[in-house]
């Protein structure tokens, strides 16, 4: 597991720059008490500053990110907590989290605030209360600890299953303004739910104005979190058709992203599984249900040989119809010897979207790796959507789009709404994007959301239901404000 | 043995051999079994011509694991007395369990112990004659580990020796590789079975179930893409196989062509009715081509088929959705109670 990846304009300079997540050194898996090593700089997290000519200069220490805590760092999440237009900083891991404020000089504050412990990973900012701030949910995964390891695996040893361990609870932080965060899990009804949660992605799949949560589980039913609107959710996975694969089993949900394959205007639902075990994509058909659509879309033979973790879905090629990236790679590094028609290293994949609904491979080229977070983001504010792979034990794959076809990326800067626009909704023609930097797993995507194509006219239903219009000026790189 | 060795006893007995024979009985009664060979080692030494007093050593060495020495007793003992079941079911075990299956095997026939005869026959080369006797024993005690621990061997003996012969006949190489891809294949080593099948693939391509062994080889991958022209040839090689059907049917399904699925799932279940994996996935593809008529019948036909199992909770959960989607919501609401009981009773 591990391998957080965010993309954040961290500095201001209207250039994304990227931070990845470093797990820690583990000389031995059962001995007590862990260090991690993250005082050596070896083990520290990593911010990658972009410079003007779009190569990446090592910003860790400058912005004061070089001492990272004892825990073995899973994802991050990036949002502009305190609508300051600086986006800060969340880190999730073995054994807590950190939120780090933006000084907004280029440099980053550790907090005690938004602490969780035990095993953190996917992390998404949502304001579910549409009150203006964004709120933190944090998926965690299992109840272990290195005194209760247990070995798995014959005659080969392997990760055990997740149905070894326990679950535990998510938690769900409510913004008090002032970079304050307020633990709600239990008055909200998140904490009743116990998953083993992997990636989360947020939309407001039944259009009631308020962004509802999906958690994915490993080995156990999926949730879906409804917002009901009154501080509470309500867990409805099952009754919404997103808890199970189409045979009524649980598979290994790690990635999860929403996003509108269909152009139907609704956000549907993509989970990342394990090899043989199919991504399900859940088309979402109104009335605040799902239908499990790998079948229909060709996904399930395209994706059933391989192991998916980061995901996205969106219009990579800007054909007006939307693609699936997934970064690749099986969980367990020696499944080569279990099961020798697997593959622990494989490439990251890009299934392209077409007229008529179904999904096609497209060879990206690129190396088989351990890659395990995707992130999303117009790189060089070029209107087309780029993206980065973190790798186990390796360097991220930075992955420039070179598509002919235009595109626009629009920053939206909320006033009554977040700043960020977190949960704004945009529509153009036939394309509509949920803007949101969750998704995927123990990643941070672009705050920004993207277009295909050059729409002349947008419609933007901001956080609370408030609807804008705007004709777009010519060019890639947009902003757009918020009307008062 | 205590009657039989007093009845012997009658016409020949001194207080000598009395002492004898009781102190053997009591250390054996003991569990002193060192000393209780020692006793009738000297009752044979004063009583040699009698068959009990044979038998009594014979058998305190053989409660001692001592087959070798238990074996020349139980020989004397069948000499002056070939009308000894028990003697001749320890000289038997002795015997096999050292080795000597061949002198064990009529010892076993007079004694009548299948389950020994059997292991005997095999370890002697006799597999043919083993199955039949482990069968019989089979019959006595159907679970019993060991017998079907020895049964498989029997039958895996039986076909290496047909795979031997196999080998040997002009021509039948591409059998051959058949059966060493299917070996491959079932042992989990995916390359070398389909090396194998692909050969014989490549010098026959008549032959029923090489396409079927690839297609399952990928479909264990979940490689649909390669696993569907191998269920299309099968399919065609054998178009009367409700499995090649299904199979087939499910593969064109998971690549996203269920109207094609849905004609062969179709055929599927005509092939073979009510086959529990082929009525689920050919109600998925008829949802999938606008027949929600077809695809309720399939559902619950494999909840009348099998309405526990987990392919039942597969249906009750398309019900659900199908029924949703019909807006008959009271339809849909009791598909997804009986999904949540099903899933709580199975756990």
């Not at chain 1, 911010?47 to 910003?59: I, V």
């Not at chain 1, 800007?318 to 020798?340: C, P, T």
Request: aromatic letters at 8%.
């Amino acid at each position: 597991m591990g391998g957080g990846i965010a993309l954040l304009d961290y500095d201001g300079d209207g250039r994304l720059d990227i931070f990845v997540v470093n797990g820690g050194k583990l000389h031995d898996p059962v001995r007590l008490p862990p260090d991690f090593r993250r005082y050596d700089p070896a083990f520290a997290n990593r911010l990658y500053r972009q410079l003007p000519d779009g190569s990446f200069q090592d910003s860790t220490a400058r912005a004061g990110l070089l001492n990272s805590p004892n825990i073995y760092g899973m994802g991050a999440a990036v949002a502009d907590i305190d609508n300051d237009g600086h986006p800060d900083l969340y880190v999730t891991g073995y054994g807590g989290s950190v939120l780090y404020r933006n000084n907004g000089n280029g440099t980053f504050t550790a907090t005690a605030e938004a602490s969780v412990p035990g095993w953190s990973v996917s992390a998404a900012f949502l304001d579910y209360d549409n009150d203006g701030l964004l709120d933190l949910f944090v998926a965690r995964y299992l109840d272990w600890d290195l005194g209760r390891n247990i070995l798995c695996g014959t005659p080969f040893h392997s990760y055990c299953r997740p149905d070894k361990f326990n679950g535990v609870a998510n938690v769900l932080f409510h913004n008090e303004g002032g970079g304050r965060f307020r633990d709600v899990s239990q008055s909200a009804g998140i904490a009743s739910a116990i998953g083993k949660g992997m990636g989360v992605a947020v939309a407001d799949y039944d259009a009631d104005g308020f962004p509802d949560i999906f958690a994915a589980n490993d080995g156990i039913e999926q949730f879906l979190f409804h917002n009901e609107r009154n501080g509470t959710f309500t867990e409805r996975a099952l009754e919404a058709g997103v808890a199970l694969s189409d045979d009524a089993r649980s598979f290994a949900g790690m990635g999860a992203a929403f996003g509108d394959y269909d152009n139907d205007g609704r956000p549907d639902l993509i989970v990342t599984n394990l090899a043989t075990e199919k991504f399900a994509l859940y088309r979402n058909e109104g009335e605040g249900r799902f239908l499990y659509a790998s079948l229909t879309t060709a996904l399930a033979g395209l994706t059933s040989r391989h192991s998916g973790w980061g995901v996205g879905i969106h219009d990579f090629d800007n054909d007006g119809y939307k693609d699936i990236f997934a970064s690749q790679s099986h969980v367990l590094d020696n499944v080569e010897r279990i099961h020798s028609g697997l593959r622990y290293l494989e490439p990251p994949a890009l299934y392209r979207g077409s007229p008529d609904g179904k999904f096609r491979a497209f060879d990206l080229g690129l190396p088989a790796v351990a890659g395990r977070g995707a992130t999303f983001g117009d790189l060089n504010n070029d209107g087309k959507l780029d993206a980065v792979v973190s790798v186990l034990g390796g360097s991220p794959l930075v992955l420039l789009n070179r598509s002919a076809r235009p595109g626009v990326t629009l920053r939206l800067v909320g006033r009554r709404a977040n700043r960020d626009g977190a949960g704004a909704v945009v529509r153009a023609g036939s394309q509509t994007v949920f803007a949101s930097s969750s998704g995927s797993y123990l990643s941070a995507s672009d705050a920004r959301v993207h277009l295909s194509g050059s729409p002349a006219t947008i419609e933007i239903t901001w956080p609370g239901g408030r609807k804008q219009t705007e004709k777009l000026p010519p060019g890639p790189s947009v902003t757009i404000l918020e009307k008062e | 043995m205590l009657p039989l060795l007093l009845l012997a006893f009658a016409q020949v007995v001194t207080p000598e051999l009395r002492q004898h024979v009781e102190a053997g009985l009591q250390a054996r009664a003991a569990g002193d079994l060192p000393r209780a060979a020692t006793e009738f080692q000297r009752v044979v030494e004063l009583a040699p011509e009698l068959p009990a007093a044979h038998v009594n050593l014979g058998s305190v060495y053989f409660q001692m694991k001592d087959y070798e020495r238990a074996t020349a007793p139980l020989r004397r003992a069948l000499q002056l007395n070939p009308d000894l079941p028990g003697a001749h079911q320890m000289l038997g075990t002795a015997l096999l369990a050292q080795g000597a299956a061949n002198e064990a095997i009529p010892h076993f026939e007079k004694a009548h112990i299948d389950d020994l005869l059997g292991i005997a026959l095999l370890e002697a080369g006799r597999a043919r004659d083993a199955v039949d006797r482990l069968e019989a024993a089979l019959l006595q005690r159907p679970g019993d580990p060991d017998l079907l621990f020895y049964l498989s061997h029997a039958y895996g003996q039986l076909s290496k020796d047909l795979f031997d012969r196999l080998r040997t006949q002009p021509g039948g190489e591409t059998r051959v590789q058949q059966m060493l891809g299917e070996a491959a294949l079932a042992a989990g080593q995916r390359d070398q079975a389909e090396k194998h099948l692909r050969s014989a693939l490549a010098a026959r391509t008549d032959l029923r179930g090489i396409h079927f062994a690839l297609g399952e080889l990928y479909l264990a991958n979940g490689d649909y893409a390669r696993a569907e022209p191998e269920f299309r040839a099968e399919a065609r090689l054998a178009p009367l196989s409700a499995v090649a059907a299904y199979k087939f049917g499910l593969a064109l399904l998971n690549l996203g062509k269920p109207a094609e699925a849905a004609k062969e799932l179709g055929r599927a279940d005509q092939l073979h009715p009510g086959m529990p994996e082929t009525l689920l996935s050919l109600g998925k593809a008829l949802v999938a081509t606008g027949n929600p008529t077809g695809a309720e019948a399939a559902f619950q036909k494999l909840i009348e088929t099998e309405p526990n199992s987990a392919l039942a909770e597969a249906a009750h959960l398309q019900l659900s959705q199908l029924f949703r989607k019909l807006n008959r919501s009271a339809d849909a609401n009791r598909e997804l109670k009986a999904l949540q009981e099903l899933r709580r009773s199975r756990r």
